[in-house]
């Protein structure tokens, strides 16, 4: 065995030990049921004014920041919905089976209590780097939330392990996505495609995050829009299938199913265990990622921006992976074999069958390839910004143009390799990332809930503006080092200390 092979093992099964069901897994579902309650559901009671906030107010006027809290959330969006949504989703359901689905959905709705709590703190502990641009994120609140040695430590783990795993998962499993699609739909030569994606990518990434902010604010509704919209068409035209598939999504996930022939067992933990790690892998809830973009915008208090920040999991979990699970499981295809092989179709090809069968004539098979190379183009972008923001807590901002220019260069390798130890590589990345982040969010939930009962308590429709916020903000410490910090950029150094609850 080449040491190429040997590392690939090797990464897969540190994966295996870090996404398996005795760590991350549980960690990050338990994380998010603790926050939950903590902040007394927070998710089911204020979704309706955090989602009118985000996509209807869409900012807070005259407030600090770079871009707005739109912006912030599609850039984040942007990052989270990619190929997770179509061939993430096919892989849970075609090892898990339909039950898989079920703790898709358990996990994006505890999971919206870890993102809220993740984007607070990282509007709450943001500085201003030396460009004048906000800077946040788990690199800066564990450091400045916990303080001492052993906040710094969990900053600096974070913030090495987010740069490595962007140029995976964030750059060369998307680029390649993008390559292998076109050339299969299109016939171009996987090279051209991987230069025209290294020049476009550059191209955004030179104007930095006002740039990423405004072409995702027009990119990412386009592309859920038409995605949903292809899969609400099969559902209506599958409608008396539905039942049956709610039922079946509900009863398997507690007492398990088998693939094709027994392809993965049926056992209720592979269900379990594949539906959780593929729904954290697609909305990133706990990982700490979206912190970093939530960090950026115009918000006049870190509460605000954490429930818009929120909502982005309710709408990559909640929608976009309900449509791609409910039409493979409404059209079968889960369950259906290759006709050459006879085996389980493969994950890639799950979604684009299921689109094909339940759309007429070329529509399904577009919609899911458009759908895949704009998911995974706004991936390559959301993720460009959060290796940025790391590399610029690293080494300082001089080094942020030097990132700019080999990320894009790395996309054109990505789309022409073979990257089988790529994604390995990403997924351990991925895992590590999230673990100094969730000690973070236990550690400061105190904070976290203190802080977020006391504004509620007096704007609990999100409708106060700057001067009353700050009116019944007077006084608080949070609140006064808070503002401090916004007109100064910088940050307090504290001392280890765990918040009063």
């Given at each position: ?247 079946q999504i509900f009863t398997d996930a507690f007492t398990g199913t088998s693939a094709v022939g027994g392809f993965a067992g049926s056992a209720i933990m ?232």
């Amino acid at each position: 065995m080449g040491f190429t092979e040997t590392l690939h093992e090797v990464l897969d099964t540190i994966s295996g030990i870090v996404w398996g069901p005795w760590l991350l897994i549980p960690l990050l579902v338990g994380t998010g049921l603790y926050l939950t309650i903590r902040l007394g559901g927070l998710q089911f009671l204020k979704l309706i004014p955090a989602l009118n906030l985000g996509l209807f107010k869409r900012k807070d006027a005259g407030s600090e920041g770079d871009i707005s809290q739109f912006q912030a959330l599609t850039t984040a969006l942007a990052a989270t919905v990619g190929t997770g949504n179509i061939v993430g989703v096919a892989t849970a359901i075609g090892i898990g089976g339909p039950g898989a689905l079920f703790w898709m959905w358990v996990t994006g709705l505890v999971g919206m209590a870890s993102k809220y709590s993740e984007a607070f703190l990282a509007v709450r502990f943001r500085a201003t780097d030396a460009a004048g641009e906000k800077s946040g994120g788990p690199q800066y609140y564990l450091q400045h939330g916990i303080g001492g040695w052993f906040g710094k430590t969990l900053a600096l783990m974070f913030a090495i392990f987010a740069v490595l795993a962007c140029f995976g998962i964030g750059n060369m499993t998307q680029g390649n996505a993008i390559a292998s699609n076109v050339e299969g739909s299109w016939g171009v030569p996987t090279w051209a495609t991987g230069v025209v994606l290294a020049i476009m990518t550059l191209v955004v990434l030179l104007r930095g995050i006002t740039s990423i902010g405004r072409v995702t604010a027009g990119l990412v509704p386009v592309m859920i829009i038409l995605y949903v919209l292809g899969g609400l068409w099969i559902l209506i035209a599958n409608f008396e299938a539905l039942p049956s598939a709610f039922a079946q999504i509900f009863t398997d996930a507690f007492t398990g199913t088998s693939a094709v022939g027994g392809f993965a067992g049926s056992a209720i933990m592979i269900a379990v265990q594949f539906g959780v790690a593929r729904g954290l892998f697609s909305n990133e809830s706990g990982l700490g990622s979206a912190a970093i973009a939530a960090a950026a915008a115009k918000t006049s208090h870190p509460v605000r921006q954490g429930l818009v920040s929120m909502t982005q999991t309710f709408i990559d979990t909640i929608i976009v992976v309900s449509f791609t699970g409910l039409t493979i499981i409404v059209t079968g295809v889960w369950n259906q074999t290759d006709p050459e092989t006879g085996e389980q179709l493969s994950p890639a090809l799950m979604t684009g069958e299921a689109f094909s069968h339940g759309l007429p004539g070329e529509w399904g098979h577009w919609i899911v390839t458009i759908g895949l190379i704009l998911f995974a183009y706004s991936t390559i972008l959301g993720w460009s910004y959060y290796g940025e923001r790391n590399i610029e807590r690293l080494f300082g901002r001089r080094m942020v143009m030097p990132f700019r220019i080999l990320f894009s260069v790395i996309v054109f390798v990505g789309s022409t390799t073979q990257l089988g130890i790529v994604w390995s590589f990403s997924d351990v990345m991925n895992g590590l990332m999230a673990l100094p982040n969730l000690i973070g969010l236990l550690v400061l939930s105190g904070l976290i809930a203190r802080e977020t009962k006391w504004y509620l308590k007096h704007d609990p429709k999100l409708t106060a503006d700057a001067a009353t916020i700050d009116g019944f903000m007077q006084g608080r410490p949070e609140w006064i080092e808070w503002r401090q910090s916004e007109k100064t950029g910088m940050l307090p150094v504290q001392k280890a200390k765990r918040p009063k609850s």
